[in-house]
């Protein structure tokens, strides 16, 4: 072959290499990306009919199962607004106007057992219940607890539908969460949200309360309302939030504690805590020991006095339970049968103490 027509085919061979290398990461890429596509579009397919769908769904049959369980309540109190000497001696009657605020509950027993929060009901004349088939009852108030917010009530109805239970001391952070209510008069609202936190703490300066928080919306008129799992189950009752309107910040009771109460407030009408006889103060966690509880003082003749505690010894674990801070252990003598013979453990300077105290009866407020 002459050398010029070898030099033509070195340089056909060389730009057609030189074409092959530039062009063939975009056609590698084009088939790639088609690739891709396909395996999207499959996945795609895929999960609408067999995944996502009944994900969807689920919001749609939580509704049907707690819906029929949640109650709107309206209590209505007479309200004096006339402040009149003069009309008084006249013998003028007070005048007033009704006072009316609207909250959610949740039965809880096909008796017409009812729970909801004691702030909706609290000091009313009238309590009124609208069930979700329409009908609409007047209802006794059949107890309730400040201390945990919980009010009991009882309408004249058999055979409804009732919510169940979930037990949230297995509540974890980062659960799905669906409140459901009464907000702003708006009848049975669903919200979706995840649990935010859990043993929140300190919320409403009240060392009995202790909270499930949750992002799910809940708004004026949901308190009273559940805070339900992902099986429909009753997780916490919805009762505060932070400041006036929803700002992503809500709190609910966790249901063993509200369960606590309404099983105590329908067999004794009350609710009794335990009581052992201290003022305490916290221990700063900088100093040795830790966090903790210090006895500051002694109630004479009370269970602590009996058992031998005085003023100096720092609660360390209350029934096994460590305690951290003073709010620490009266949550846990709240929840302490009256009359249970429970191990304290104490540190007296050097020396770490097991000692026995009963619980006693928390005296009732004047």
Do not use: C
């Amino acid at each position: 072959m002459p050398a010029s027509a070898r030099r033509t085919l070195f340089l056909s061979l060389g730009l057609a290499a030189l074409v092959a290398m530039i062009a063939w990461p975009s056609f590698v890429a084009r088939v790639h990306y088609a690739r891709t596509r396909a395996e999207i579009a499959a996945i795609r397919d895929a999960a609408i009919g067999a995944e996502l769908a009944p994900v969807g769904k689920l919001f749609t049959t939580l509704a049907r199962v707690i819906g029929p369980a949640v109650v709107n309540v309206t209590s209505k109190r007479r309200v004096n607004t006339l402040a009149d000497e003069i009309a008084a001696l006249a013998g003028a009657a007070p005048q007033g106007v009704n006072d009316e605020s609207v909250g959610s509950g949740v039965i809880i027993a096909g008796d017409g057992t009812i729970i909801t929060n004691y702030h909706v009901v609290a000091r009313s004349d009238e309590i009124g219940v609208a069930l979700a088939d329409g009908r609409r009852f007047t209802a006794d108030l059949v107890g309730a607890d400040a201390a945990t917010d919980i009010a009991v009530l009882k309408i004249d109805a058999a055979d409804l539908p009732k919510a169940e239970w979930g037990d949230s001391d297995t509540v974890q952070v980062g659960e799905m969460a669906w409140a459901i209510g009464n907000p702003f008069g708006l009848d049975r609202t669903l919200t979706y949200g995840i649990v935010s936190a859990v043993g929140r703490r300190g919320v409403l300066e009240n060392p009995l309360q202790e909270f499930l928080q949750t992002d799910a919306a809940i708004n004026p008129g949901n308190s009273g309302g559940p805070l339900v799992d992902v099986h429909g189950r009753v997780m916490g009752i919805t009762t505060a939030i932070v400041g006036k309107d929803y700002s992503g910040i809500g709190f609910a009771i966790p249901s063993n504690t509200a369960r606590r109460v309404t099983e105590e407030i329908l067999r004794t009408g009350h609710v009794e805590r335990g009581y052992l006889g201290l003022a305490l103060q916290a221990r700063a966690p900088t100093l040795p020991g830790g966090s903790s509880a210090v006895v500051a003082a002694v109630e004479p003749r009370s269970p602590a006095a009996l058992a031998g505690i005085v003023p100096g010894d720092i609660v360390t674990a209350f029934d096994g339970v460590e305690i951290r801070d003073p709010a620490a252990l009266v949550l846990l003598l709240t929840r302490a049968p009256v009359g249970a013979e429970v191990p304290l453990d104490i540190t007296r300077g050097s020396e770490s103490l097991t000692l026995s105290v009963r619980v006693g009866r928390r005296p009732r407020e004047p």
